[in-house]
Structure formats: C-alpha cells, structure tokens
C-alpha cells in the first residue's frame, strides 16, 4: 500500500494541476496548515486524546485532525493532507451556496464519501459531469478504526475522475459489519426505547446531524417549518424523538453510511445506527444498497407494475 | 477537618448531598468523553483533572429548553399560570474554571435592566466547585482571555488535584465556606496553563474596524451552519421563544437558538441581514470579541475550546482569532498603531 | 416571587380596523385594571404582542401615550403570528409585553419644526408621534407630513391624515406611485423622495422622522441632506427580527447595538455607525 506521505504529495500535486489548468476553480480536501492557524502556532487542535491513569502528568498529545480545506491558489496546495483522520465527508459541501459560489469544484472522496456522489447525482442535485472527484485509497480512518471501516467494500473508488494510491492489496475486509446495530436489535422493543430515551436524553437540537450530511439538502428542513410546526424545535423528549425519527426515515434508502452524524454528535449519540437498521431493511426488502449502483433505481420515487403489493389488505 | 480530601471522601461528599434532596451535577463519562450531567449516584462523577467535558455547566443555570409560563384557551378567555419554580439547592462540583468563569458573564446580559428571573433564581440557588486543571490540549486558550487553569471567577471553592487520589480545597466564596466550613488548602505551585495563542486586544481592534472584510468569506468556508459550537460553548446565550400545546392550551418555552442557523434573522418578510454563513460566523466573532465587550467590559469567550474540539468542520472561534490575529500583526506592521 | 419578565399581559381586543387589504389595526386594552392605570410608556416605543399558541411578533405601539385607556398596533399580514392575528377579533385575548425600546426624544424635539417622512406600513410608527405633537401642539413647530403608499389601497389611516391637515400649520403630502393612483386621486403621484422634494418643505431648525423600507430610506437621505436637514436632526425607527425585546435572546443586534435596547429609534447618524447587519 502506498504510504499516506506519498499520497499526500501527489494530492497536493493534482490539485495544483487542477487549478493552474483552470479546469477547476476551487479543490475541496482535507488539511489545516496555513491561514486557520497563526504563525507560531500548530496547526489544528489535538483530538479527544488523553493518558491514562499509568501517565497522570503526560502532557495531552496527538495528530492534528485534518478539517475541512478549500483551496482556490495553486499556491495553497501544500495545506492539502491526506491521513487516516481525514475523517469528514467532504461532499457535503456541494450543495452549500457559499461553496458553489466559488465555481467548479474538485472535491476528494474516500470510498465511503463517493457513495453521497452518486445518490447526490440521482436526486439531481449535482452534476456529475461538472465535478472533478479525485478518489483517495483508503485502510480506514480513526484510532482504533471507526466502525463503519470494518467490512468496508469501497477501499479503492470506483467512479472518481482520478485516483490517487494502490488498489492492489486493498482487499475489503471479512469482517462483518455493524456488530453495535446487531446487539441492539436483538434486543426487546421496550429495551431499545428506553436505550433511545437515554441517548436523546442528550440531544440538544445543535442539528449538528443535519447540517454534516450531504443528503440533507433541503433548503428548508421540514424542522425548520413553522406553519404549521411539524417537528417541535425544544430538545425535549417530545421534539428528539420527533426529530430524529423523522431525519431517519427522510434518509431511508438514501444514506450512504458515512457515519458523519455520529462523529459530529457532540452529545456522543451514535445515530448512525437509526440509518443503519433503516438501511438493512432497505436492503432486506428492496434489495437496494444506497450509493454502490449509479444504474439502480432509487426506492423511492421508482415504481414498477411488478411492485409488490401484499401488503394492501 | 483536613483541607486536603481523598477522592472517596469526596464521593461521600456527594452522596450526602444528593441524599439530603440537592441536585448534583458533575462530569460523567459518556462513550469516550464526558459530559456534565446531573447525577442520580454519586458514584457516576469523575473527577479527572486532565480532561474537558464536551458539554458546559450553562444548562443548570440556563436549561435548553425551560417553560417560561403556560397558557389556557377557554373560549375567547386565555388564562395564564406560572410554572412551579425549582425550589432545589444546586451543586455542580468538577466544574472546569474556564465554565465557572462563564457564570459572572453570563450574569451581566441576563440582569441588564430587566432580570431574568429564571437565571437569577437558578444563580443564587447554585453552588460551583470547579476543579482546577492539571492539562491542557490544543483547542484550549483560557489565557488567551484572560482566564486561567486555575482562576477563581465563577467559582465558589476549587479543587486541586493533587496527583495521588487526594485534592486539596479551598473555599472562595461565603458560599463555598458553607459546603466546606474552614477547609483552606495552600495552593499548589500555580500552573501557566496554555501559551497565549492570539492578543486578545489586537483582535479585537481589528474586528471593530472590519466588519465587511474578504476574510469572512476566506475563513468561513467549512463552517456548516450547525449549533454544536453554540450549544456546547459556556458563554452563548441566544435562545428563541415558542408555544407549544393545542387549541386548548400549552406552554411558552425558552429554547437554545444559535445565530449560526440560518433562520436566526430571516424577518416574516423574507429579509435575511444574515442570509449567507461568512455573515453569521462573523457575528459569532464579534458578539463575543466586539459587541458583548463594548456593552458589558467583558469577553464573552473563556477560551474552553469547545467549539474548536466539538465543530465537525474543526472551525471553532480559535481558528478564525488566530487567523485574524495573524491579519492584525501583518497590518499593525504595516500601519503601525498609535497607542 | 420575581415578576416573570417573559409573561404577558392579557389584553383584550376593543376594535379590529382594516387598513389594506393586508394590513389591520388592533386596539386593546388592560385585562388588568391595575396594570392598565401603572401603564405608560413613551411614543416610539414597541410591544411584543402574542397570540396564545402561535408566538409573539414584534410591534410599534401605535397609539399616542397621552391616550389612556387602550392601545393600538399595526400588522401586515406576512407569517405564522400575524396570519394568527388576521383572525383575532373584537372580545378575543391577546398578550402583550412591554413598553420596549427607547421611544422618541420627544423632549428633545420641543421648539423644532417637525418633518414626518413615511411609506406603506411605516405610518403607524409614524402616526403616534404625529398625535403626540398635535396634543402637545404649543411645543412644536411646523408639521409635514409626507406619506405614500404603492396603491391607493395600501395607505392606512388615511382618515386620520385628512383630519390631520385640517390642524393648524399642518401640511400632509399624500403620494402614491406612480400606476398607484385611481381616477378620483387627489393627492401627489410619484415616489416617496421625488414628491419630498417638489414639495420644498422648509427645513430650517427640523427634526425629521423617516421609517420605511431600506431603499426609500436611501434615497430619501439625500433629498433630506439638500433641504439642510442634518444627520443627527434625521431620525428612524430600525425593524430588525426580535424574540425578548429586552436585550437577552441575541437575536436583534446589528453589529454592537441591541436594536431592542439601544433603539428602535437612532438617528441617522448614529446608523452611519451601525454596520450592514439588519
């Protein structure tokens, strides 16, 4: 596998390809040195990273989290980065008018983000053909690797413009995935309600959820209505149920598992797992994997005389 | 009475005060972080010297979502009713100081010429014994502020770790005396917490005279528009008020809002002053670092690094200060200040 | 127990007038005797009216302070509260809280010449100074009265302007644009700034009050600046989005000024100093 060093150096090299061509004007990745940082400072704040007990004076350390870059100067290339804590899915960043105000875009995928590409692309709300992708090989991100990594099929991309490290030697893992949704849903109904109560418990409406997924575009969230309200704005027990449940369902058979609602809960709620059994049922039912196939048709808003109808009674 | 106490001691502490009907509030380990939290036992706070919540004291003094009054509809008739107030003495123990330093800020907005009872009331019944820190990460820049590791603002006793399962306390306030009669420790050799990370002053100047400036829109890029930095900071206060309930009544609730969403200005007429995100973080900047001082002579920041730690973009205020500062030191070089 | 600052008074709606074809006022009054003889408050000044089950909005108080036993409000039928406002009528209950904001200097103005400068939904704000001066009528000087509106239809109060005119050294301009006029039109065709102009106001020792849309504020400055009026003789009453109306919720500020609490009302030049933020 290439090192991440090397990739590094030849995604700052695309994108200065790409911008002193002029075939794009902005190349969305991931970095932090430079402008967000001052001149004698380092460059992004350290991850929720702490000693143990063994260490109780060690001082706090760790790798800087790559955040979101937009780079439009050839020049600022260098403040690209690509490591395993490129964990953001940059792609929601597509549908944002401030970042399509800046012109045509180059945005940089993993495997899991490319999937939001291809959904986004269905739902018309980006052109395909007017976006530059530049893949990036991936082993999974994280320390221990997230949870979505295990098991992952999408280690090299399969649709960006160009790619940048080895695809041989990335095999997708055996290992099976969503062990956490497993152990949930053998539980009973009344358990996972009162496990649900507990984690909404924290929930204080930051719609932190909403805002870092690229399928939720919607110029105004059904949450955001208030004639009539549809969805109580209170982080009350009421408005989180409301809330969450509503988001999952508008999602199912739409998200891609990139897991970002889970990572940007700063309440710590693992909400990914709502998407995840929606999107087993997807799978189950309708056989139907959000993302994987440019040529499916989407569940929702397809139907087909052959559609099954037993459950009209 | 020693003033040094072990943590089990402190733990019994607690427990005697969530047994005699006080509500209690202390960091408690969620997943891989901690958030405070009222404790139902005392056995959940963790009293970890080296570690931030991700959440900040406010809620117990400034809840997220709190009825204000309710309503009856009865025909053309609207009867209103108050809604029992908490009567429960408060304890927040393990409080960072860079949290108990947001209380005496706080306090300034909501007894502007009209006190808020709900915040008042809360204030007065609460107790705040921060724990001083013995850490500090990249996010953090208390100093920054004008704050410390171990400032005393906010904080009505404090507690050192002192590394070996004992802290040392020492009463600030009558307050503080009352939970822990004369314990007075020595404080340890005082910390330098973080390094100062930008120049308070400078930054400030430098925004007062730049409010329409091509870095808002340079700087602002990844921000997604979300409430986590908002939510989670000490210091931020906005909040919306709505009714809630049917047509035959309900109750008018104070929610948390953050201006970072974009219907915080949308008018009735569809007139947005804020209607793109360069707009609304810079006003985050300078209500913090122009408007709130220019008003009250003080920072409504205390350099906790929640935002920075808790924004999926990595884009807290410290990011776009340093930036700024950066902006500031290249133009003072240029155009050099009179002081 | 510490008087809850969020809850209002109950009031009970006395009349509902029609004003445009979007545009109503109310008249209310204390459901409290006791409250309603404790009441004051400053011409200028704002409310936050509710009504029960769809929130609060934001008003001008209406009527002039010396009026004692009621109220009045404005509205223009636009989202959810004032769509709830529509249907309120005479006998129903509404909340209000309030006086907020800083009102007028009335005191300040004693002696001037007053020059009223207003378009559309801008003559309430206007109409309570304008009955302010008229009781108080020994203290002030002249009083113009510019007032336009789009159409014929989206003028309010248009009785009370009439009445207006018949007061001594009372000069009322009425304009509509221009496509605004019916046949039977008497008054001035053209926009608000154009008809200021032609109608050579004098200006010499003037206040005046303009409130409209951004834009007619605009172009109003310069024809106010040519007639010799200055900046800090040139008042306005800013609309900014508000929850609280007492400087808490964050929401109404622009730039370092809570537009609840610094104002409604600022003079121009003080808006030279208020940056691009409502």
């Given at each position: 596998m290439t090192e991440p060093g090397a990739m590094t150096q030849r995604l700052r090299e695309t994108c200065r390809r790409l911008l002193e061509e002029g075939k794009v004007q902005v190349v969305i990745g991931w970095g932090g040195a430079g402008r967000l940082a001052s001149p004698t400072q380092a460059e992004s704040p350290a991850p929720l990273s702490f000693p143990t007990q063994a260490e109780p004076h060690a001082p706090l350390s760790g790798t800087p989290a790559p955040r979101p870059v937009f780079i439009t100067r050839a020049e600022d290339a260098e403040k690209l980065e690509w490591n395993d804590r490129c964990f953001a899915n940059l792609t929601v960043y597509l549908t944002r008018k401030e970042v399509k105000a800046l012109g045509k875009a180059a945005v940089v995928v993993k495997g899991c983000d490319e999937r939001s590409l291809v959904v986004l692309e269905k739902e018309s709300q980006i052109e395909r053909g007017s976006l530059h992708a530049i893949g990036m090989v991936c082993e999974g991100v994280g320390t221990p690797r997230e949870a979505k990594c295990a098991g992952c099929e999408v280690r090299v991309p399969r649709f960006a413009d160009e790619t940048i490290g080895e695809a041989e030697g990335a095999a997708a893992s055996a290992t099976a995935v969503a062990s956490r949704l497993d152990g949930l849903m053998a539980k009973s109904p009344a358990e996972r309600w009162a496990f649900w109560t507990a984690e909404f418990a924290r929930c204080v409406k930051c719609y932190a959820c909403r805002q870092v997924c690229p399928l939720c575009y919607c110029e105004r969230c059904i949450a955001d209505k208030n004639r009539p309200v549809a969805i109580e704005t209170s982080a009350s027990a009421r408005g989180n149920f409301a809330w969450h449940i509503t988001r999952a369902f508008h999602l199912a058979a739409r998200c891609i598992g990139c897991g970002e609602c889970s990572r940007a809960c700063p309440a710590g709620i693992p909400l990914g797992l709502l998407n995840q059994s929606l999107a087993q049922a997807t799978e189950e039912d309708f056989g139907y994997r959000p993302g994987m196939d440019p040529k499916a048709e989407p569940v929702f808003g397809n139907w087909s005389p052959a559609d099954k109808e037993d459950f009209i009674r | 009475m020693s003033a040094i106490i072990p943590v089990a001691e402190l733990g019994e502490l607690v427990a005697g005060w969530i047994g005699a009907g006080k509500l209690v509030a202390a960091p408690v380990a969620v997943g891989d972080r901690l958030l405070y939290q009222q404790l139902a036992s005392a056995d959940q706070a963790v009293f970890d010297a080296r570690r931030r919540p991700a959440n900040s004291i406010k809620e117990f003094l400034f809840p997220r979502h709190e009825p204000l009054f309710r309503y009856r509809i009865e025909g053309r008739g609207i009867e209103l009713s108050e809604v029992a107030p908490e009567e429960r003495e408060q304890i927040v123990i393990g409080a960072k100081p860079c949290d108990a330093a947001a209380l005496p800020i706080l306090d300034l907005v909501f007894n502007w010429d009209f006190e808020d009872g709900f915040y008042t009331a809360r204030r007065a019944r609460t107790t705040v014994i921060s724990l001083a820190c013995a850490a500090e990460d990249e996010a953090c820049f208390c100093t920054s502020v004008g704050l410390g590791p171990e400032d005393e603002a906010g904080s009505d006793a404090m507690l050192f770790d002192l590394g070996d399962g004992r802290f040392a306390v020492r009463a600030v306030t009558e307050k503080g005396k009352a939970l822990f009669g004369e314990r007075q420790a020595e404080p340890p050799a005082p910390r330098p917490g973080p390094e100062p990370k930008f120049d308070a002053a400078r930054v400030g100047r430098y925004l007062a005279s730049h409010f329409e400036s091509p870095l808002w829109k340079e700087l602002?890029?990844?921000?997604?528009?979300?409430?986590?930095?908002?939510?989670?900071?000490?210091?931020?206060?906005?909040?919306?008020?709505?009714?809630?309930?049917?047509?035959?009544?309900?109750?008018?609730?104070?929610?948390?809002?953050?201006?970072?969403?974009?219907?915080?200005?949308?008018?009735?007429?569809?007139?947005?002053?804020?209607?793109?995100?360069?707009?609304?973080?810079?006003?985050?900047?300078?209500?913090?670092?122009?408007?709130?001082?220019?008003?009250?002579?003080?920072?409504?920041c205390t350099g906790c690094g929640n935002c920075e730690r808790n924004c999926p973009a990595g884009l807290g205020v410290l990011a776009v200060l340093k930036a700024i500062d950066g902006e500031a030191m290249n133009q003072d070089a240029k155009e050099p200040v009179q002081a | 127990m510490q008087k809850n600052l969020y809850k209002p008074d109950l009031m009970e709606v006395l009349d509902v007038q029609r004003q445009t074809p979007d545009v109503k006022s109310v008249r209310v009054r204390f459901l409290d005797d006791g409250r309603a003889r404790d009441f004051s408050f400053r011409v200028g000044q704002f409310g936050q009216f509710s009504v029960f089950g769809s929130g609060e909005a934001t008003f001008n108080i209406c009527s002039s302070s010396n009026w004692k036993d009621y109220l009045e409000f404005c509205f223009r039928r636009t989202g959810r509260v004032t769509e709830a406002l529509w249907q309120v009528e005479k006998g129903d209950t509404i909340g209000f809280r309030g006086p907020y904001g800083n009102g007028y200097p009335v005191e300040a103005w004693e002696g001037r010449n007053l020059i009223f400068v207003g378009g559309g939904i801008a003559m309430p704000p206007i109409r309570c100074a304008v009955w302010y001066a008229l009781e108080n009528r020994a203290k002030y000087g002249d009083i113009t009265i510019v007032y336009g509106a789009r159409t014929v239809a989206d003028l309010t109060f248009s009785g009370e302007l009439e009445e207006w005119s018949r007061h001594e050294r009372v000069r009322v301009v009425q304009c509509v644009d221009p496509g605004g006029e019916t046949p039977d039109w008497k008054g001035e065709i053209g926009l608000i700034p154009t008809v200021l102009e032609r109608a050579q106001v004098p200006a010499e020792n003037a206040v005046a009050l303009v409130?409209?849309?951004?834009?007619?504020?605009k172009y109003t400055l310069p024809v106010l600046d040519r007639m010799g009026v200055r900046e800090e003789d040139i008042y306005t009453s800013l609309e900014n989005r508000m929850k609280c109306g007492v400087g808490k919720c964050g929401r109404c500020n622009a730039g370092p000024i809570y537009v609840c609490k610094d104002g409604p009302v600022f003079t121009m030049r003080q808006l030279r100093s208020i940056p691009n933020d409502f």
């Open positions: - | 602002t890029l990844a921000c997604l528009g979300c409430g986590a930095c908002a939510y989670t900071c000490p210091t931020c206060h906005c909040f919306d008020m709505v009714d809630e309930g049917n047509a035959a009544g309900g109750v008018r609730v104070k929610n948390w809002d953050s201006c970072q969403f974009p219907l915080f200005t949308l008018h009735a007429s569809g007139h947005n002053p804020r209607s793109v995100q360069p707009q609304r973080q810079r006003q985050r900047l300078f209500h913090k670092f122009v408007t709130y001082p220019q008003k009250f002579n003080a920072v409504l | 409130i409209g849309p951004p834009i007619m504020i």
